[in-house]
């Protein structure tokens, strides 16, 4: 199994990259990956989008160390999940108070997948705005640039929020599977070249396995696209892609 990663910043952004991934693993037999989109018209989306990664590391390598102690008690991959989110979401509660932060501070999208090596079986959670890709299969989640963010809902009971959440994909076998944010619909042409083929980016980021013989292969794909074909990515963008 080979995992690869890539965080870009937009062509159309100076400052910060607005994004950021997680790749991590709970015990022997449990992969998390994650990937981020911070609010532009929000404040300091930077910020917010590096936060959600540092605390799910934490919630993660927590839930490691519960699996070392309690090897009689496994999770499903709901439980798993729902338990990362649930740690999540109390200690975005917990800072948001700490450091009175403001609402704005806090919105990013979140999609997050949760792999069971042994079992070979997958699910994916979105919230907010993103694309997905198992085994050659796209779903994009597309709310029309207005996610219905994870911070405007620390006020709510956590079961009642995280049940009513829809967006959600299960899968029982891994060959390839991609997530990313919605900075991979965001590509323009931002110089001439000699080529004038045309080319469908998600598909070449998410199911072409050009270049898969080495860890930076969408990174390379990146430099493809942006010398070969004279596009980059105007949004920032993340991707994490696992081929088997």
């Not at 070392?68 to 800072?95: A, C, P, R, V, W």
């Not at 090596?117 to 959670?125: H, K, R």
């Not at 390379?220 to 993340?238: M, N, S």
Request: glycine content about 6%.
């Amino acid at each position: 199994m080979k995992l690869y990663s890539t965080l870009q910043i937009g062509d159309y952004h100076i400052n910060h990259c607005e994004d950021d991934l997680l790749i991590k693993k709970i015990g022997s037999d449990k992969i998390v990956c994650a990937v981020m989109d911070g609010c532009s018209t929000a404040m300091d989306s930077h910020f917010v989008s590096t936060l959600f990664g540092k605390i799910l590391r934490k919630v993660i390598i927590e839930a490691g160390y519960r699996t070392l102690y309690e090897k009689d008690n496994e999770h499903s991959l709901e439980q798993e999940l729902k338990e990362i989110i649930k740690g999540l979401f109390n200690e975005l509660k917990f800072i948001k108070n700490h450091l009175m932060l403001d609402e704005k501070e806090l919105l990013t999208t979140l999609i997050i997948l949760v792999y069971d090596i042994t079992m070979d079986e997958g699910l994916v959670l979105a919230i907010g705005d993103g694309v997905v890709c198992i085994n050659g299969k796209i779903t994009e989640f597309d709310r029309d640039n207005k996610p219905d963010y994870l911070a405007y809902h620390l006020h709510e009971n956590f079961e009642d929020w995280y049940f009513s959440l829809s967006q959600r994909i299960f899968f029982d076998h891994l060959d390839d599977v991609s997530i990313a944010t919605d900075g991979i619909s965001s590509f323009s042409k931002i110089k001439k070249t000699d080529s004038d083929e045309g080319i469908n980016f998600t598909q070449y980021l998410m199911i072409d396995q050009k270049n898969n013989d080495t860890e930076e292969m969408l990174n390379r794909k990146l430099k493809q696209l942006e010398y070969q074909f004279g596009v980059k990515p105007t949004d920032d963008l993340a991707i994490v892609r696992i081929i088997k």
